[in-house]
């Protein structure tokens, strides 16, 4: 009955120049004054403890509180259209492995009060420099291992069972539908940065359908990332950000001067063709083709784009966040930072 959705998803980024922005010791902007606090609903706890109850009225009470994101958990998040909603609940409720699910989902979270605090913080960043940016609703829910971080019209979700921790027991049983390189990061420290990004990605900074060539996705995912380090806590690693290994993060570090000129001496930053350049912007265990032994890391078009976008806003200090992201001149941001990795000794 569950099914895969098409994740939308979404990154995010800031700058803080000192003679434009009222700062903290930290280098991010004083926010404390905004009046903001964001509270995750718990679906899943609605939704079970109903169980054994009146299913009719079960069915209307959620559909009640829950408006929007209730109907898409019914006919797409573990349902379809050809189920009635009754039938989607009594389907859940007779399920044990769901249940089971649902009683180690309340062990690893009986409350979410540090991601509540986390994404108060990220938000209120969001409404410092974009104080009209909506702020949807935030559920909690068990998606069936379906996706992370769906985004509806009024609603952000968080599929909590989606983050378990690497070592939970749930996930080596699913190696064949979710790949170990992936389950690895399905932990709680990951929920504040995923919802953030795909967020931000979804209602602040859609990739424009024309931006086709290598070096224009690298930028548009490099001015996410780049925004990520400005509403993330100061001491979050680059690794959670962009979903590393630290190991994986080490090694861009060590080749950044030959990935790029690898880029460059293939032709590859005007390439259009999305199936030559897929491989530089796709998640995977490593980049194909590239490093010894299957060590590289992978998405490492994203990577780079997060690199040439730093140094762009450290080599024009001028430049505020609003015109960076607004700016969708992905060759003018590359010439104007000076990108050139040196090797490192």
Request: with cysteine; proline share 5%.
């Amino acid at each position: 009955m569950i099914q895969l959705l098409k994740l939308r998803q979404s990154y995010l980024f800031f700058l803080c120049a000192a003679l434009f922005f009222s700062c903290t010791n930290s280098g991010k902007p004083d926010v404390s004054k905004i009046d903001l606090a964001i509270k995750v609903e718990r679906f899943d706890q609605d939704l079970y403890q109903h169980r054994g109850k009146d299913i009719k009225l079960t069915d209307s009470l959620l559909h009640k509180k829950y408006g929007a994101f209730y109907e898409d958990f019914i006919t797409k998040m573990v349902g379809n259209d050809n189920y009635t909603s009754l039938e989607v609940l009594q389907g859940i409720y007779e399920d044990k492995a769901y249940t089971d699910l649902n009683k180690e989902v309340d062990s690893v979270f009986p409350d979410l009060n540090k991601v509540e605090t986390d994404l108060t913080q990220a938000f209120k960043y969001i409404k410092y420099y974009y104080p009209k940016a909506p702020i949807r609703r935030f559920i909690g829910f068990l998606s069936g291992f379906a996706y992370q971080t769906p985004i509806g019209d009024d609603y952000a979700g968080i599929g909590l069972d989606m983050f378990l921790g690497k070592d939970s027991k749930f996930y080596g049983a699913l190696v064949k539908s979710i790949p170990l390189y992936m389950s690895k990061r399905f932990t709680p420290e990951y929920i504040v940065p995923r919802v953030s990004e795909y967020y931000v990605r979804e209602n602040l900074f859609k990739e424009r359908d024309q931006d086709r060539s290598l070096l224009a996705k690298m930028v548009y995912n490099g001015k996410i990332l780049y925004f990520m380090d400005q509403i993330m806590p100061d001491n979050m690693p680059d690794s959670i950000k962009i979903g590393y290994t630290q190991k994986q993060l080490d090694w861009c570090k060590s080749f950044e001067t030959e990935l790029w000129a690898y880029y460059l001496e293939s032709n590859l930053l005007y390439e259009t063709d999305y199936a030559k350049i897929q491989v530089f912007l796709s998640e995977g265990p490593f980049t194909p083709g590239l490093g010894e032994r299957n060590e590289s890391a992978p998405k490492l078009g994203i990577w780079t784009g997060w690199q040439i976008v730093r140094k762009y806003m450290k080599e024009n200090p001028e430049v505020t966040l609003q015109q960076l992201m607004a700016d969708t001149d992905a060759q003018t941001i590359l010439t104007k930072s000076k990108y050139k990795p040196k090797p490192t000794k």
